[in-house]
């Protein structure tokens, strides 16, 4: 490892935790400063542009923002009040719950952006500290690519074990119950967190300086538990969520294109996404009558677009630098796997957490493990741990900072001290110990 690898090591860290101090729009500048030393000063080739992220992110917050305006979010919250009135702690185990839901159902975390901004909202309308409930919500949504039959990661993980005649059917028997194991846990890890929300300072900075407002004080003058329109943009909105579910699991159903090289491509998930958010939130604007001067007034859409520069510069920043090293961590890792078998786990873990791509350490390294004469079941034990991305803040975490308006969830100015570390942590743990004593009946 030479002087060039740890000065360009130093800059990423570096950037990450002075654009920490400043929030989202602070990590989007400063990953633009990193990106210009990175590729200015040492010659690094930039990464793609995480531009299906950024427009996803746009197109979410664009939809849920004229729900706002319109008074459907405003009605989701006294619902969920509702229900919530007995328990209202149940936020914390609800949100997680529904978000995996969709990872599980169309195999793809993308889809529960949708829900982040809600499930922030609620929490906060009913006096719950909003990092509790959305810290648990972003990771359970990652990590749900290992219980999902529809994932990227699980399709890989059923071809390299069929020479073993293992079947999806084994895989998901356990990493299907264990990963629910794991969520249940990471949330009582988070049940009592924190300050509660109304002893938090920074919520009451932003209070007294009337940085925020709660929901149906931004709505005051519309009463929309009464308010035909606003159930009407409710409709409307969960009506787009369950056609992403419904196109996200029936994928079969989607067009297919013919490429110029002969080869068939259906549409991408990412764009499907994006197109129905938008179109939803045109149905919301047309159906539940939203005037003009108020599609741009939701303080949904404004913290959203914070969102979106941070995603934007630090995302890109993170992204060329293990770009250009990827061989590097890919060398090293497969090295200590050889020498050490026991410590697979730990290296599917750390190898996720650099190349931010579950999938992409099940292609790498499951072969590997299979190579080294590891059993099939103990792989399926280990699956859990190749979801390491949560460790260095990416697109999801950065993005849900600026959906909770509380500032509960932050991104800390140590890099890695942030409010999704815990739960990541104790989920994974818990759902590779289930996965384990589930595999002793299994198999």
């Not at 969520?241 to 196109?247: A, D, K, P, Y």
């Not at 509960?408 to 140590?414: E, Q, V």
């Amino acid at each position: 490892m030479d002087i060039i690898f740890i000065l360009e090591f130093f800059i990423i860290f570096s950037m990450i935790a002075i654009g920490g101090r400043y929030g989202g729009i602070g990590l989007g500048v400063a990953g633009g400063l990193g990106m210009c030393i990175l590729v200015l000063v040492f010659g690094m080739q930039p990464a793609s542009l995480p531009v299906s992220v950024v427009f996803i992110i746009l197109a979410v917050i664009t939809c849920v923002s004229v729900l706002q305006s319109a008074g459907g979010l405003d009605l989701l919250v006294k619902i969920a009040e509702k229900i919530l009135k007995k328990k209202p702690q149940a936020i914390v185990f609800m949100g997680p719950l529904i978000s995996s839901i969709f990872t599980i159902f169309c195999g793809t975390t993308y889809v529960a952006f949708s829900i982040y901004p809600v499930i922030a909202e609620v929490a906060a309308d009913a006096k719950i500290r909003p990092e509790r409930a959305l810290s648990v919500s972003v990771v359970a949504a990652g990590i749900g690519v290992v219980a999902s039959p529809m994932s990227a990661a699980t399709a890989a993980m059923v071809a390299i074990l069929a020479f073993s005649g293992t079947t999806i059917v084994q895989i998901l028997m356990v990493s299907l119950p264990a990963f629910f194991i794991g969520v249940f846990f990471a949330c009582l890890s988070v049940y009592k967190r924190g300050k509660e929300l109304e002893q938090d300072e920074e919520f009451q900075r932003r209070i007294k300086a009337r940085e925020y407002h709660f929901l149906n004080e931004e709505l005051q003058n519309k009463d929309s538990e009464h308010d035909p329109m606003a159930k009407r943009s409710l409709y409307i909105f969960s009506l787009g969520i369950l056609t992403i579910i419904f196109f996200g699991t029936f994928t079969n159903l989607l067009p297919h294109y013919e490429l110029a090289n002969g080869d068939i491509e259906r549409l991408s998930t990412p764009n499907l996404i994006q197109m129905i958010m938008l179109a939803t939130a045109c149905l919301i604007m047309l159906f539940a009558k939203v005037s003009a001067n108020k599609l741009g007034e939701a303080s949904v859409f404004k913290s959203g677009l914070i969102g979106v520069v941070g995603v934007f510069g630090i995302a890109w920043m993170t992204g060329t630098f293990f770009e250009a090293y990827k061989p590097l961590f890919s060398d090293s890792l497969s090295h200590i796997v050889e020498d050490y078998p026991y410590l697979f786990g730990v290296a599917l873990f750390a190898f996720s957490m650099v190349i931010f791509s579950p999938s992409a350490t099940v292609a790498a390294l499951m072969p590997l493990g299979v190579s080294l004469g590891i059993p099939p079941q103990i792989l399926i034990v280990l699956y859990p741990c190749v979801c390491g991305d949560f460790i260095v803040p990416g697109a999801n975490q950065i993005a849900c900072v600026s959906f909770d308006r509380t500032g509960t969830t932050k991104i800390g100015k140590f890099v890695i001290n942030h409010s999704y570390l815990r739960p990541g942590f104790v989920l994974i743990i818990s759902a590779t110990i289930a996965s384990y004593l589930i595999s002793q009946i299994i198999f």
